[in-house]
């Protein structure tokens, strides 16, 4: 198991557009967040799935954000009409059901709107 | 004000100092507190953990927390330029199902050699 996976590691756009960021957890944890993290700042919740369903999202979660985990596995993260506010690193983390000891985290994914 | 408030630093110490970090938080129903250490562009690494107030040491790394001062700390002796990262404080109320974390702003740390 080589940990979280994040794919794309970076991604530039131009507002207005969709992206999709993907998140492959370790096989064997059973939950799986998103948080975003803006430069100099720490990361800040997003949204949480215990396995395929999606338990908690963040205010910080407009209408224009969708997560989804189908089958329980991968996760997406869509963001749609994109602004320049959502330029920030998209991390995600997994974590078994005594995840209180802290959980793994992927490299993220740097998205950066133009 | 934020809940967890963190001095983003840098913090610039030589190699073999000890470094010392700290956060300060307000929610009081805070039970479970993290280090996490976060090299360029990287994700967070968990250094360590501790449940409620006292010490834990990991080697080189201790932590501490008073919850009666809302004031957690970590420690990293004979500190090496690998150390240099940002440091990330994070926190939860209960051990319970989803526990988002809420984090500091982290500190960044430099070792010099």
């Known amino acids: 198991d080589t940990g979280v996976s994040q794919d794309p590691r970076h991604k530039i756009t131009k507002r207005g557009q969709n992206v999709t960021f993907r998140c492959d957890p370790i096989?064997?944890?059973?939950?799986l967040y998103w948080y975003r993290q803006t430069l100099g700042q720490g990361p800040e919740f997003l949204t949480y799935?215990?396995?395929?369903?999606?338990?908690?999202k963040s205010r910080l979660l407009s209408d224009r954000f969708s997560a989804e985990r189908p089958k329980g596995s991968f996760s997406t993260l869509e963001i749609q009409r994109t602004e320049q506010g959502d330029s920030a690193m998209y991390l995600c983390?997994?974590?078994?059901?005594?995840?209180?000891?802290?959980?793994?985290f992927g490299s993220g994914t740097r998205l950066t709107v133009v | 004000q934020k809940e967890v408030e963190q001095d983003p630093g840098p913090l610039s110490v030589p190699e073999g100092a000890i470094v010392s970090l700290n956060c300060t938080y307000s929610?009081?129903?805070?039970?479970?507190f993290m280090w996490y250490r976060q090299y360029s562009r990287k994700g967070p690494e968990l250094l360590m953990y501790?449940?409620?107030?006292g010490n834990k040491e990991d080697g080189r790394f201790t932590a501490q927390v008073d919850k009666s001062s809302k004031y957690i700390s970590l420690f990293i002796r004979d500190s090496q330029p690998s150390d240099s990262a940002t440091y990330l404080c994070?926190?939860?109320?209960?051990?319970?199902?989803?526990?988002?974390?809420?984090f500091g702003g982290g500190t960044r740390v430099l070792v010099k050699p």
């Open positions: 983390a997994s974590s078994s059901d005594m995840g209180a000891y802290g959980y793994t």
């Open positions: 096989s064997e944890h059973n939950r």
């Open positions: 799935f215990q396995n395929e369903a999606q338990l908690e």
């Open positions: 929610n009081s129903a805070f039970q479970y």
């Open positions: 501790t449940y409620s107030s």
């Open positions: 994070a926190m939860t109320p209960i051990k319970a199902a989803g526990n988002k974390l809420t």
